[in-house]
């Protein structure tokens, strides 16, 4: 079994900084393409960023494309997600997710899922 354990949520101001995290409990981590989602409960889960298994490139909705970075540590089997200058708007709970298809940016195509950490941010 995998799991996926998220951490690093909070409350934070308008234009502050975040750094979450995820670990993942699995030997074969390099080989997940890995993302990060975020979901309110008016909204569906929402595509946020997506990392190659061996980092060299990622992908980002254009909602958070310049304000957030996602990167990972192979060693460490953890994925991050860089957030700065936070608006209101980033307001959700974030979830990571692993997959095996090429920067997958939808939720069906990730198999293994967080518990997710909430994000507040206040304006």
């Known amino acids: 079994q995998v799991y996926l354990v998220e951490s690093g949520g909070g409350l934070v101001q308008a234009g502050g900084s975040l750094r979450l995290s995820c670990t993942v409990s699995a030997r074969t981590f390099s080989s997940f393409e890995m993302g990060w989602f975020r979901q309110t409960p008016e909204k569906e889960r929402e595509f946020v960023a997506v990392?190659?298994?061996?980092?060299?490139?990622?992908n980002y909705a254009d909602s958070v494309k310049g304000r957030f970075t996602i990167s990972r540590d192979n060693a460490k089997n953890t994925v991050y997600l860089q957030m700065d200058n936070l608006k209101s708007e980033d307001t959700a709970v974030y979830y990571c997710?692993?997959?095996?298809?090429?920067?997958?940016?939808?939720?069906?195509?990730?198999?293994?899922w967080g518990e997710g950490t909430q994000v507040t941010v206040s304006s």
């Open positions: 990392i190659r298994r061996s980092g060299g490139s990622t």
């Open positions: 997710a692993a997959g095996f298809q090429v920067l997958p940016t939808k939720p069906r195509d990730y198999v293994y």
